[in-house]
């Protein structure tokens, strides 16, 4: 099949490009950007049953239906307390942003306690997934104050979800050019070092390049139809796309220099080529495309995207490798490889044949090493955890990031940077104080709750529920207050009780608390892990003060909904990859026992990999724990891509196996592989390095460093060591039970290892 495939792509070689190229730029203009469909806020990939989803409901009244389209505007004077012109340019600029498109409510909440700063809450229409919208949204409230003539000396911020969100995309889009860039230039560079050739590393990076470009929108139709795309897709698609689209390209056109050496023309080399490596190439990608399709079964929506969305993009990618791959190939022909000359009776073995060799020789000395050396890697999991449950936080030099500087230091703390404690009565709480003062004091001496803030002590100052009762009779609702007190009411008492618009909700049956969690910091480990021992304080409580339901929401809440979500997919994920791995690689091999020891080795370096990670970053690098995301992605990447080097070596085994006894099939096997595997884990692991170096969060220089670790091992290690040991020691019983392991040539070993073919005397050797 793959030979007629590649005739087809010589036959119409010309066709096939114009096609990619008309294709990829229809594509480009005509589907939705990949940057519009992207969802940033970890929070909205929970499912709706989700405690803190849930207590999200609860808090609507206070942030809208979406926390993270609300933003916070703060006015602030360094040199003492806000002036009435300081106060009539913040009432110019909420005049401003209510009139801004998708705005929906502008909420002033008062000024700090110390008179020096003064904020409102500004509610948005969610758009949904896509950043434009928003990015255009906060640049438009920003542009409002400039436009309030301002005094001297009085500042303006804006902070909060929908603006953190906002700047750190603009950090985002900066840091995945870099990305683009660097992944590209690195892959150049290697590719040259590689073939030594000036034509092969631009053929061989056609493809991914333009598969990349097309996977992109077609990904974003995928999310207007519905996927959850995260800004994670965006990073690992360049360094996927790039570093596996340029390992086809290297198993190719190496098979095919191999083929023109053996004496065939280059047209005919390169059907033969994809005769014997088609079908590893076509596994090789299949196998990560389905390890990743299996994360649709996940729980979390992040997973739930980020899977299937790569999945689409490996499968642009392998239909580029079968069809315009070729075609190139065909177009360049022998100049592919120039300055340097592949002809017949050239060799391409050496040091691999000889490293094989001695594996084969002492396979059990080789898998004990490999174990101890796994192992004492693995031993690093001790104490393994987890973090980094909450979306990414924007550049300390943006504006959000000094909004929220501002905030903190004239606001109570439990305001910006606690757990949101939610209680809904039957009644109004402006016609049952008791109960309000009695969920407050509860709170106060609550074990999980160090700090609080709510509608008895808004901004910092202190009022009783009888005072706001009485205030409610005289004056009516917060909302519709005007800025100035009437005759008989302190202004003092009077801001005090607009400010419980923050902690009461419009209709009065709603009631917030802020509150700072006992356990650590707010975002801290222990913090999260407190969250069911706070969860279970709020519903006595309520239950004590006759609350009809009550809730915990925040950051923390959400990042411990988040942990276990999580962690519950992976324990339920893992045997599903790995039986669906074990399947493909049963069919390509038309064996049952070696993907039995194919995934334990990667399993094993998938292990190796994560206990590194936890030394780095956790042990030395006094991180609270490994990005979450990292435990399931490492898995997927380090089993499917891990085989991918496997399905390659152990393919070429088999075909060696039918004219060669066993021991000598894997030394050709591995001395014809050798240059071709190693090249394609240096690019596919310097990929992820790239990554790691330009990435601009503690997400990504995790992920790509860990991910690059486990590429290596693999590459020199266990495809080189492991494998041919296990393989040597299970001897014919490798194929069973196909025709394979009854055929004695398989048991017969050599009288010396043999690293090639006969070669004529004039044959000289060449450099890979």
């Known amino acids: 099949m793959f030979e007629?495939?590649?005739?087809?792509a010589v036959r119409f070689r010309w066709l096939i490009v114009v096609a990619w190229v008309a294709g990829v730029a229809g594509a480009v203009v005509g589907l939705p950007s990949l940057s519009s469909v992207i969802q940033t806020n970890n929070a909205q990939f929970l499912s709706a049953s989700a405690p803190s989803r849930q207590a999200a409901d609860l808090a609507a009244p206070f942030q809208g239906a979406s926390p993270a389209a609300t933003a916070i505007i703060v006015a602030s004077r360094a040199d003492g307390p806000l002036t009435a012109a300081d106060d009539a340019a913040f009432s110019r600029v909420l005049l401003a942003a209510a009139t801004i498109t998708d705005v929906t409510s502008v909420r002033d909440q008062g000024t700090s306690a110390d008179g020096q700063a003064h904020r409102a809450l500004i509610v948005t229409v969610p758009n949904g997934p896509g950043n434009a919208p928003n990015a255009r949204l906060v640049t438009a409230v920003r542009d409002t104050f400039s436009a309030a003539s301002a005094p001297a000396g009085l500042t303006f911020h804006l902070t909060g979800p929908l603006a953190q969100t906002a700047d750190a995309d603009t950090a985002s889009t900066q840091t995945g050019d870099n990305i683009r860039k660097f992944t590209l230039l690195f892959v150049i560079v290697l590719l040259f070092v590689v073939y030594r050739s000036l034509l092969a590393p631009l053929v061989t990076l056609i493809p991914p390049v333009l598969a990349l470009l097309l996977a992109g929108p077609v990904i974003g139709q995928a999310g207007q139809a519905g996927l959850p795309v995260s800004p994670a897709i965006q990073q690992l698609l360049v360094v996927l796309l790039l570093g596996a689209g340029t390992d086809y390209g290297l198993f190719l056109v190496f098979r095919m220099r191999e083929e023109i050496r053996s004496g065939r023309q280059p047209r005919e080399a390169l059907i033969a080529a994809m005769g014997r490596v088609g079908e590893s190439i076509t596994f090789s990608a299949i196998t990560v495309i389905a390890a990743l399709a299996c994360l649709a079964a996940a729980s979390f929506g992040l997973y739930r995207g980020l899977g299937p969305g790569l999945a689409i993009a490996l499968a642009v990618m392998l239909l580029a490798a079968l069809t315009l791959l070729p075609a190139l190939l065909a177009i360049?022909?022998?100049?592919?490889?120039?300055?340097?000359?592949?002809?017949?009776?050239?060799?391409?073995?050496?040091m691999w044949g000889r490293i094989a060799a001695g594996a084969i020789r002492r396979p059990i000395p080789v898998l004990v090493a490999g174990v101890l050396l796994f192992g004492g890697l693995t031993a690093g999991l001790n104490g393994f955890t987890t973090s980094g449950f909450t979306s990414s936080s924007p550049a300390t030099a943006s504006d959000s990031a000094a909004g929220s500087a501002v905030v903190a230091i004239h606001f109570p703390s439990p305001t910006s940077n606690g757990e949101i404690l939610l209680f809904r009565f039957a009644d109004p709480v402006w016609h049952n104080p008791d109960a309000l003062q009695q969920a407050h004091q509860r709170l106060l001496t609550a074990a999980p709750v160090s700090a609080l803030t709510g509608p008895l002590n808004p901004n910092g100052t202190t009022v009783t529920a009888a005072d706001i009762t009485r205030l409610y009779a005289s004056l009516g609702p917060t909302g519709s207050l005007p800025p100035t007190p009437p005759a008989g009411i302190t202004p003092s008492l009077y801001q005090t009780y607009r400010a419980t618009a923050q902690f009461i909700s419009p209709d009065g049956r709603t009631a917030r608390f802020d509150a700072i969690p006992a356990a650590g910091p707010a975002g801290s480990r222990a913090a999260i892990d407190a969250i069911p021992t706070l969860r279970t304080t709020v519903a006595d409580i309520a239950t004590a003060v006759a609350a009809t339901d009550s809730g915990v929401a925040g950051v923390d809440a959400t990042a411990y909904d988040i942990y276990t979500t999580s962690t519950n997919d992976l324990a339920r994920l893992i045997p599903i990859v790995l039986l669906v791995i074990a399947i493909?690689?049963?069919?390509?091999?038309?064996?049952?026992?070696?993907?039995?020891?194919?995934?334990?080795?990667?399993?094993?370096?998938?292990?190796?990999?994560?206990?590194?990670?936890?030394?780095?970053?956790?042990?030395?690098?006094?991180?609270?724990?490994?990005?979450?995301?990292?435990?399931?992605?490492?898995?997927?990447?380090?089993?499917?891509?891990?085989?991918?080097?496997n399905i390659l070596l152990m393919a070429r085994v088999r075909e060696e196996a039918h004219r060669y006894p066993l021991h000598e099939a894997l030394t050709r096997a591995v001395a014809r592989t050798g240059g071709t595997i190693t090249a394609a884990g240096l690019i596919l692991a310097g990929t992820f390095t790239v990554l790691a170096i330009a990435g601009n969060n503690t997400q990504a220089h995790q992920l790509g460093y860990t991910v690059a670790f486990a590429v290596v091992l693999d590459t020199f290690f266990v495809r080189t060591l492991l494998v041919p040991a296990s393989?040597?020691?299970?001897?014919?019983?490798?194929?069973?039970?196909?025709?394979?392991?009854r055929t004695r040539t398989t048991d017969t070993p050599p009288t010396s290892p043999q690293h090639g073919p006969p070669s004529p005397p004039h044959a000289r050797r060449a450099r890979l």
């Open 727 to 741: 393989a040597v020691l299970l001897g014919r019983y490798n194929w069973w039970p196909s025709t394979l392991s």
């Open 332 to 350: 360049a022909g022998r100049a592919l490889f120039w300055p340097t000359r592949p002809a017949a009776g050239q060799q391409s073995i050496g």
């Open 584 to 645: 493909l690689l049963a069919v390509l091999l038309r064996s049952l026992i070696a993907p039995i020891y194919l995934i334990v080795t990667v399993g094993l370096s998938y292990l190796a990999a994560l206990g590194f990670a936890s030394i780095v970053f956790v042990h030395h690098g006094h991180s609270d724990g490994l990005n979450f995301i990292i435990p399931i992605l490492l898995f997927i990447f380090a089993m499917a891509l891990g085989e991918d080097y």
């Open 4 to 8: 007629a495939l590649a005739r087809f």
